[in-house]
């Protein structure tokens, strides 16, 4: 069983940063393709941004500029760092795993039904 975890979630003013951390319990997570999605009150879940096991990063265009994803396969840990938040960013975030072969990522990586484990989510929210 592969156990996902997230912090850093919080309130921030319009213009403010949150990092958000996930934590990983697998241990191939250096093997892993790593997502960030999002879901606002009675909307879908959305794609954020990506990373696959080799570094390769997506990112959602709402999102381009202003949020960045890295790992830390020392620490079995991914990050979302977020700057410049605005109120529309508000949403509960949720990391994500694609653990498994088989399916070409790199087509795919914006499909939350890809992604094989999930965290329970941080709540961001961003005021005005």
């Known amino acids: 069983q592969v156990q996902l975890v997230e912090s850093g979630g919080g309130l921030v003013q319009a213009g403010g940063s949150l990092r958000l951390s996930c934590a990983v319990s697998g241990r191939a997570f250096s093997s892993y393709n790593m997502g960030w999605f999002r879901q606002a009150p009675g909307k879908q879940r959305d794609f954020v941004a990506a990373?696959?096991?080799?570094?390769?990063?997506y990112n959602a265009d709402s999102v381009k500029g202003r949020f960045t994803i890295s790992r830390d396969n020392a620490n079995n840990t991914v990050y979302l760092q977020m700057n410049s938040l605005k109120p529309e960013d508000t949403a509960v975030y949720y990391c994500?795993?694609?653990?498994?072969?088989?399916?070409?990522?790199?087509?795919?990586?914006?499909?939350?039904?890809?992604?094989?484990?999930w965290g329970q989510g941080t709540q961001v929210t961003v005021s005005s």
């Open positions: 994500a795993a694609h653990t498994g072969m088989g399916t070409d990522y790199r087509r795919s990586y914006y499909r939350s039904t890809l992604y094989d484990y």
């Open positions: 990373i696959t096991w080799s570094g390769i990063i």
